[in-house]
């Protein structure tokens, strides 16, 4: 196997972090994972009012995505981790845009892998580029195109995250795709990656669409994760990237939207390039969803206990300390009066207050967010907000993600 092959299989995998960039580069320096999307799992037709069916998407391609962190050098992570099929992109580019996504007509760099233009992401598996010279600043918008040509289904319709889509030949050089279609779709393109310097370093944020930012009305600030980056650059650390480990719907014990925290926690943290830090935020859908009907079948879900869900928090956090990182446990914020029948409930939220208080007061965690305190309603300490609810009153704000996001600052702050 040739070189950049192993190496990109090692760095898909998280086995490596620290890479040389191609001949005559500097070995100085580590690669950090700057900006992220997990990938989630098919989904069905759903009895929810927001479900929309997952794109097929054929053609041309493009995310605009805004890096948390800054570096000399690049690599794209594809992913068909949770795909079917083989996916084929038979051509993809990389370009610097300004803050609204636009770009100047040559902007455009052809990423390779293994050195060939065209590669094919084996079902099941991620695949990183190899490394491209093209500086980057923290809090730059990069805009990545594919070209696919073979239809291909994505993953979970998510309306935070957005693809645009021009059917045919390939216009991945095009400085504006004409006649393209906007979706609400999970990314192909799971991470980006800068080679940046020997003290930068990740933080996971690891959830669910509380962290994955539902809500949020700036497409390019996925919620308090990527607020969280601004401050971050705001005092000056540029080095520190932060990766978005947060899936809609996502729960600490069960799959069903997507895979569970226990079943992806090694891919979507423990493997990411660069990670020192992980922010736990996830419990929540574990007690919405507890003893009512399942989406798929007439079952029901277990009914879960505050118990069973610290049980599953001790196993993620054993599992980081085994790879020497440092794990941060997030409150979970309120939901009395979400829209989801039966989600929020007295009982459910006296279950909330127990695990709030063990992650307060156990010393499992490295130390504590305490997001609950953030965004909480002083009057009604069970409901969030009223300026920090998104208006279903389970999701933040921008405001709601900005209070979270210093909070988290007061403790990560560098």
């Not at 233009?117 to 923290?138: I, K, Q, T, Y």
């Not at 300026?387 to 909070?407: F, K, R, V």
Request: hydrophobic share 45%.
């Amino acid at each position: 196997m040739r070189r950049h092959t192993v190496l990109s299989a090692l760095l898909a995998a998280g086995l490596v972090t620290g890479l040389a960039g191609p001949a005559g580069a500097s070995n100085a320096g580590t690669w950090i994972t700057t900006w992220a999307s997990s990938p989630s799992l098919p989904i069905e037709k759903l009895p929810l009012p927001f479900w929309k069916p997952a794109p097929e998407v054929q053609g041309t391609v493009r995310y605009t995505l805004r890096i948390s962190a800054g570096g000399d050098q690049l690599r794209v992570r594809l992913s068909a981790e949770t795909l079917p099929n083989d996916l084929l992109v038979d051509h993809a580019t990389v370009a610097v845009a300004d803050a609204q996504g636009h770009m100047a007509t040559g902007a455009f760099r052809t990423l390779t892998f293994d050195g060939a233009r065209a590669v094919r992401v084996p079902a099941g598996a991620p695949l990183v580029s190899d490394p491209l010279d093209l500086p980057v600043e923290a809090g730059a918008v990069l805009v990545v195109s594919l070209h696919l040509p073979q239809p291909v289904t994505v993953p979970q319709a998510d309306n935070n995250h957005h693809t645009d889509i021009l059917p045919g030949d390939d216009r991945t050089e095009a400085a504006a795709l004409d006649g393209a279609q906007a979706e609400d779709a999970r990314e192909i393109v799971s991470a980006l990656l800068v080679h940046s310097g020997a003290q930068a370093r990740t933080i996971v944020a690891f959830g669910d669409s509380i962290t994955d930012g539902f809500g949020a009305k700036d497409r390019l600030m996925r919620g308090w994760p990527d607020q969280l980056a601004a401050l971050l650059r705001a005092k000056g650390r540029h080095d520190i990237g932060i990766a978005n480990a947060g899936i809609g719907g996502n729960r600490v014990l069960r799959g069903e939207v997507g895979p569970s925290a226990l079943a992806r926690f090694d891919r979507d943290a423990l493997a990411v390039p660069g990670v020192t830090d992980i922010v736990l935020l996830e419990g929540i859908n574990d007690l919405g969803l507890s003893g009512l009907p399942t989406l798929r079948t007439s079952a029901t879900h277990p009914v879960v206990t505050a118990e069973d869900i610290i049980a599953g928090y001790r196993q993620l956090i054993e599992r980081a300390r085994a790879r020497h990182l440092r794990v941060h446990g997030a409150t979970l914020t309120p939901a009395i009066g979400a829209t989801f029948p039966g989600y929020a409930t007295p009982e459910k939220d006296a279950v909330r207050q127990k695990i709030n208080a063990w992650i307060r007061t156990s010393g499992a965690f490295d130390d504590v967010i305490d997001f609950d305190a953030a965004v909480r309603d002083p009057a009604h300490p069970d409901r969030i907000r009223a300026d920090y609810d998104c208006g279903d009153h389970l999701h933040p704000s921008d405001a709601g993600y900005h209070a979270m996001a210093e909070t988290a600052l007061a403790v990560i702050s560098p």
